[in-house]
């Protein structure tokens, strides 16, 4: 399985009792679900098939679904009538009677104005069923289409952002390292400033140690560093369950943040706030990434 992206486009068109019909369906980045349909008079009743048809495959996105419709020219269809028929068939058989005309043919009598009416070219209920059936089902076909773009997307967004919670995983990895020399890094420098500002004057050897104890204990990263590994493998199982999991990513961005940020406060040395900050940077890319996520 793959996340899946929030960004698409679809469209899928059909033909049925005398109607064409075309359905579009698009997306974008969305905190939640938010379906708008627009739809030609006469097909209102579609709007509550849209909206659940969608709640059904998507979980997050600002969707619009647009339906337009035109009726096809059909073969007219004509019916007889039969009153005006017998009526000149009566006069015709009397003429012929007097010597006065001979036997009309068929199509003769069928060209006489008002003998042949076209038919209205209403559906019928039945029909309407029919064609609404087969919109509903092009409907889904639009949807799948947009489905599968978003899906496409999520591929590629999963190979950005597997390979950002690389870069973060290397960044806290080079800072546990250098976290394992800050302890004696702290004593070299608060000796040395000690005797900048004390000259010569004798100290408590165990006091000194104390203090610069306490200063690498505060300084000490090793739980933050502990909360990204751990976030690492949050944010590397995610990307691996599948859609619907952008809340979950973007609330870890947040928490890579808040560790990132530590960090750098917490940081004693130069290359320690060097890597603080490149850890920030690809943070602030997961972030943003995120965002496009279902």
Request: with cysteine.
């Amino acid at each position: 399985m793959t996340i899946s992206g929030m960004t698409g486009f679809s469209a899928a068109r059909g033909h049925s009792a005398g109607t064409s019909w075309a359905w579009e369906a698009k997306s974008v980045n969305g905190r939640g679900l938010d379906v708008r349909v627009r739809l030609p008079a006469g097909f209102e009743p579609l709007e509550d098939v849209v909206r659940q048809s969608v709640s059904k495959r998507f979980k997050r996105g600002s969707f619009q679904v647009t339906l337009t419709a035109q009726a096809v020219e059909a073969p007219a269809r004509y019916r007889v009538n039969e009153a005006l028929l017998e009526s000149v068939i009566t006069h015709c058989q009397n003429l012929v009677a007097r010597g006065v005309a001979s036997t009309p043919s068929a199509d003769g009598l069928l060209a006489l104005r008002g003998v042949l009416e076209p038919e209205a070219g209403d559906n019928t209920d039945a029909e309407r069923e029919v064609l609404l059936a087969a919109i509903e089902e092009s409907l889904g076909e639009a949807l799948f289409g947009l489905e599968r773009a978003r899906k496409k997307e999520g591929e590629a967004l999963s190979r950005i952002l597997g390979g950002l919670v690389d870069t973060i995983a290397a960044h806290a990895m080079d800072a546990r390292t250098l976290a394992e020399s800050t302890p004696a890094l702290i004593e070299g420098k608060f000796r040395a400033k000690l005797d900048e500002l004390l000259g010569d004057l004798n100290l408590d050897p165990a006091r000194l140690a104390q203090e610069a104890a306490l200063l690498a204990i505060k300084a000490d990263v090793r739980e933050e560093l502990d909360r990204l590994d751990a976030h690492v493998v949050e944010a590397r199982s995610l990307l691996k369950s599948g859609a619907g999991q952008g809340r979950r990513l973007d609330f870890l961005a947040q928490e890579f943040n808040r560790e990132s940020n530590t960090l750098c406060s917490k940081s004693s040395s130069t290359n320690l706030t060097r890597i603080g900050l490149d850890l920030k940077t690809t943070v602030d890319q997961l972030r943003e990434q995120a965002q496009n996520v279902e």
